[in-house]
Each structure stands twice: as structure tokens, then as C-alpha cells.
């Protein structure tokens, strides 16, 4: 039996959330900039998926062995590992409907039907209050696909809101007639789903309790009737992540802002010999 660990990270629990959703078989897709997914990945082939496979927006390329995440390295894993390559219209046209992967994305904004933004905040599209990274092809995976998976990682009323400023990832609908909405959310106060086409809390991490998480979500969440605790790495998941697939703690950059995460890069980029 697995020993449950006791000293472990809330980026830590998101990553290995993540790859607790994984299949050994599944193709998975990775945006920009998501190390926490990427880890979560990494650590999901290490333990009981030896066969993933990884698509990635970084050279458009699918992998199937893999590489410790780096910030001024990162082509060792999505380039030096790829088994075949191409441009982002082929990968967005081709690879993306044909192998159907799971992708965990991470919006701005969303609502309680799933529905996501990354296009920017504020009511005026020519005039936001702030210009967000883009879709990013986000529009054209999420009108077909069954396998959108969200994660956020830090919780609070400013991503879940009651109505999104602009739509750039399709919730559930009743009008839908392909694909589905979000399937499950990580963030770093719990675990939700869509089971019945509204955001739904089915867990709450350790210290956390339900009320809490709902004063900083937007809008009134269902309760799954078997809400719990969320079940805690193991101790082989955390020294995996720690030792093997993340050992300079790059996952942790998502949890960051402002003056830390700046810090965080250089401390990352010194120790990778760049500066």
C-alpha cells in the first residue's frame, strides 16, 4: 500500500491531481507556459501510465519519453524528444481532432457552466482593462472535444465569476451538438466537475474547508454528496516530482506573482548556469 505523504506543497497536490486523471494510452496536449500540467504529466508516465504520450504547442511536436523540466532548457523535453513535428495549423487541423487528446487549460475567467476567457477583462474589446495571452486555438478544441480539463492555481473570485467578459472556451450547453464542456477542475483549494453541467465541488484539500471555497468562487457552487478530503500524494509522487521530474521547482512559478515569481525565475535560471 502506497504511503501517503505528510510534508508535500498545495503545487505539489495540483500536479499530482493532474496526472490522477491520466490513462496509460492517452495522448495528452500542452499549452505555453503550464508547468504545473507538465508535471503532472511527467509524473502520471513514472508511475501508472508508462505509455503517454505527450502533443505540445512547443514545436508542435508529439513525444513519448520525456525529460526533467527546465526554464532556459525546455526544448530538451517538446524538441530533443520529439517524434514528429509540425507547424500549429497542422497541429490545431490535424493532430488535435484526429488523436483527441485530454488538455488541461488555465482561463482568466469562467463561469459556472465551464465557459472560459483568455481574450482579456473588461467589457470593451478595443479598450479592455487588460489584454489577455489570446485563445490560442482554445475556440476550436473546445466546440468539439470531450476531454477539456481546467486547473487554476490560485482560487479566488477574480477567475470564477458569474458571467465571463468574453467567451474563448465553450462551457455546457444545451444548444451544443459536438463536444462537451469542462470535465474537472484542480485549483489550489479543491476538485470540481460539471457532472451535471454546473461546476460542482466534489473535494477540498487539506486545511480547507467548504465555506471557504465558496466565498472565493463568483457564484453558488453545487456540493457532490460525497464531498471529502482530497487523498494526498504518496511519498514515491512527491520524491518523483522533487527529485526526478522537477528538481529546480519550476512548477512553482504558477503559484507565484509579482516580486516572487521574479526571483523564483533568476534563482531557476542560476542555478540552470544561464546567468
Known sequence: MPQPADDYTVDELISVCIARQLED???VAQGLATPLVVAGYLLAKLTHAPNLRFASAIGQAICEDWAPLGLATIEKLWLGKALIGGGFVRAATEILPRFAPKEFFRPAQIDAQGNFNNIAIGKDYRKPYMRLPGTGGI????TFSEHVYIYVPRHSKVTFVERVDFVSGLGHSPERRRGAGPRYCITDLGQFDWANGRMRLISYHRGVEP???????GFELEIAPDVHETPPPTEEEVRLLREEIDPLG????????????????????????VL
Do not use: S
Not at 475556440?139 to 473546445?142: I, L, R, S
Not at 465555506?211 to 468562487?217: A, E, G, H, S
Not at 519550476?250 to 548556469?273: C, D, F, H, P, S
Open 25 to 27: 494510452g492517452e495522448i
Open 139 to 142: 475556440p476550436d478544441v473546445t
Open 211 to 217: 465555506r471557504r471555497i465558496q466565498r472565493r468562487t
Open 250 to 273: 519550476i512548477r512553482r512559478l504558477e503559484m507565484l506573482g509579482g516580486t516572487a515569481r521574479k526571483e523564483l525565475i533568476r534563482t531557476i535560471l542560476e542555478r540552470e548556469g
